[in-house]
């Protein structure tokens, strides 16, 4: 689903207590990614509810604690990736934006989190080619029933 993006790999080894968490959200992410679509995004507005807004710094903790316990989130694999990111991020009481987008030249199809239109930990010059076809928002109060 992925073009190679910048910083696929830890920064630095995350504390202690996040690691198993992180694993458990690579798990979840791992049987998420084998849904369909419409499952996928059904499933990650239900698990965004009660979750307060992420922070840039809670997003970009949850995204390198996931490529520190994970290789199979490193490399291609965004949708794993960002999944297990908003994944731990809910774990943790948060929610990102997580987004799929599409560009056509050449065509593919990337899936990223970011924060207040910000992505995480992405390289911004190729992510604003994308085209945003899905972005699951934290809920706010405001927001009507789904």
Known sequence: ??????????????????????????LLARGIAKLSPERQFALLKSLR??????????????????LFVSVMCTGPWCLQR?????????????????CVG????????????QVDGIPIDEDTEQIDCFHRMVVIRPRSRKEPSE
């Open 1 to 26: 689903m992925s073009i190679s993006m910048v910083n696929e790999r830890a920064i630095s080894p995350p504390p202690l207590w996040i690691r198993p968490l992180a694993r458990a959200a690579v």
């Open 49 to 66: 509810r009660g979750a307060r807004a992420s922070r840039a710094d809670e997003a970009h903790r949850a995204r390198n604690a996931v």
């Open 82 to 98: 960002s999944v297990a990111t908003a994944l731990l991020c809910r774990i943790c009481g948060t929610w990102p934006e997580w």
């Open 102 to 113: 599409v560009r056509t030249e050449p065509f593919t199809a990337h899936a990223w989190v």
